[in-house]
């Protein structure tokens, strides 16, 4: 089975932020801030990448529906002095704020990522959370992208019919009974 488009998508968008942000832990989502061990805090600040919607898709073709896929990318950081200094940066580290506005927005923006899709568009930003995990202050903000793309369905593949040799035809005369009174067969082969 080949790949799906929504994890092509996902994992080009970790491959680009690996490659822009270096010094920046990026991976796709996988549960990191419900870790009752917070093992997150060791590598901060993160970027993690999730799937977040596709609403409904749109038929275009007899076999070509348009779909669109919405993601989160999500912007993890320590505070090392009092708030905000996780969102804004202070004491030499980088914010959320930075890091989802100057470093994640101008690798993402309007690419397309090589792949068959439509170039990934703003959603908007929220906050997450912002608050203490294992004694640490951190900040966690969320970015969201969204693309389309075209599915396309191949035809099912036919299979031919096979070759008819024969025919057989029963004939009820007396009707109320499932008895064949009669039948015939027809040899369509010399």
């Known amino acids: 089975m080949a790949d799906s488009a929504i994890k092509r998508i996902e994992q080009a968008i970790v ?34 990448v999730t799937f977040e919607r596709a609403p409904n898709p749109n038929a275009v073709a007899r076999r070509k529906t348009r779909k669109t896929a919405r993601f989160q990318v999500m912007a993890a950081q320590r505070a090392l002095g009092p708030e905000p200094s996780a969102r804004h940066g202070d004491y030499g580290q ?15 923006l309007h690419e397309t990522l090589g792949l068959p899709i439509q170039p990934l568009q703003a959603t908007g930003m929220q906050m997450v959370v912002q ?28 299979q031919p019919p096979g070759v008819l040799e024969r025919v057989g ?15 015939d067969l027809v040899t369509t082969q010399p």
């Open 15 to 48: 491959a680009k932020l690996k490659a822009a942000l270096p010094g920046v832990d990026v991976e796709s989502y996988a549960g990191q801030l419900d870790d009752p061990h917070a093992e997150f805090l060791r590598r901060l600040p993160c970027v993690w």
């Open 94 to 108: 980088v914010g959320v704020y930075d890091l989802l506005e100057e470093g994640v927005e101008s690798a993402l």
């Open 131 to 158: 608050g203490y995990f294992a004694n640490d202050a951190i900040a966690v903000m969320s970015a969201g992208y969204e693309t389309s793309y075209d599915d396309r369905k191949d035809e099912p593949e036919l």
């Open 169 to 183: 035809l029963d004939y009820s005369l007396k009707p109320g009974d499932d008895v064949p009174d009669a039948s």
